[in-house]
């Protein structure tokens, strides 16, 4: 159904969409290239939210040339008005005459409709070129606009007998150089990082984006039941990134209404024995349109997450070195699983270097 030039050309389409990381959400990413005579006439992509489509970029650019051209988006063409008008509309009104596309978009107000639209006026339509890679390319989308939930990404670094800190706490820094900047690189991508209060309390992390050239930084959220986040850590300076502190009911008002009047919004979500309600959580931050989550926390916050289901990828960085210690904190805790068989699995996991450490990537999901 395909041929390699097809291929080739929606590899490109997806290079040009990966471009835009970090700056479309909650959009996707979308790229797309004008084929004509079997070669490119016009690229363009999504370059940030409230900006024009892909499409548009690449038929305004190619002009009267759009005309009997080939289309490789690697996203269906969108169908309704939005912050910019149905892309399928342009692309009828320039003459093209086939739309080649990796994937319908799940987006219930498209869905399908615009293939549909193509077709009804004469648009030849292909759809699943590189599907699987255009899933993985705009999972924090997918899972977003079909659960109107953030995609959630753990990340740990540990030694390699397991440990995040030492046995008095000391934990900075695990990881080498080159894990550190990777850390950065996925602040710069996703919309939100979270961690809990006792990293606060030990590290005073500023969980912005330094170590890479920035985008932005990131929502910081911070799991705190009992309002315990001094005034002056880093997290509080919110001139320099929107904070968020997650309180049970039990959290006493006046250090709420202290931690709000520095500047940081107090979310309120229920607690079980203590400990929020990370189900509940991920659902407040949807209704605010948090589309991903990074969390970078200590063995309870992981586990708490791990154990609510919640988690859809991660990434362990296993560093060449050992801590010992019965003490030692590590990288998951919280009750754990009785038997080998009720473990719980990494899926399509890859395993990479940063410097010296290994990075394994898998799915939950």
Known sequence: MFTEDDTRFMRKAHALAKSAEGRTTPDPMVGAVLVKGGRIISIGYHGEVATPHAE???????????????????????????????C??????????????????????????????????????KIGLLDKEAR???EVFVKFITTRKPFVVLKSALTIDGKIATKTGASRWVAGPASLRFAHRLRNYYDAILVGVNTVLVDNPKLTTRLVKKIKNPIRIVLDSLARTPLHTNVMNTKEARTIIVVSPAAPR?????????GAEILEIDSKKSKIDIRKLLHE?????????????????NASFLEAGAV??????????????RDAK???????????SQAKWLKQFQVDRLGKDILVTGYFC
């Open 56 to 86: 548009t970029w690449a038929i305004q650019k190619a002009g009267k040339e759009a005309k009997g051209a080939t289309l490789y988006v690697n996203l269906e063409p969108c169908a309704h008005h939005g912050n910019n008008p149905p």
């Open 88 to 125: 399928v509309d342009l692309i009828i009104q320039s003459g093209i005459k086939e739309v080649i596309a990796s994937m319908k978009d799940p987006n219930p107000l498209v869905n399908g409709k615009g293939f549909k639209i193509l077709k009804k006026h004469g648009v030849k339509v």
């Open 136 to 138: 993985r390319l705009n």
């Open 254 to 262: 006046e250090k709420a209404a202290a931690l709000r009047k520095r």
């Open 285 to 301: 931050l949807g209704k605010r349109k948090i589309t991903s989550l990074l969390v970078e926390g200590g063995g309870e916050v």
């Open 312 to 325: 859809d990828k991660a990434h362990f960085i296993i560093v060449p070195k050992i801590f010992g210690g």
């Open 330 to 340: 590590t990288s998951v805790e919280g009750l754990g699983v009785k038997l080998p």
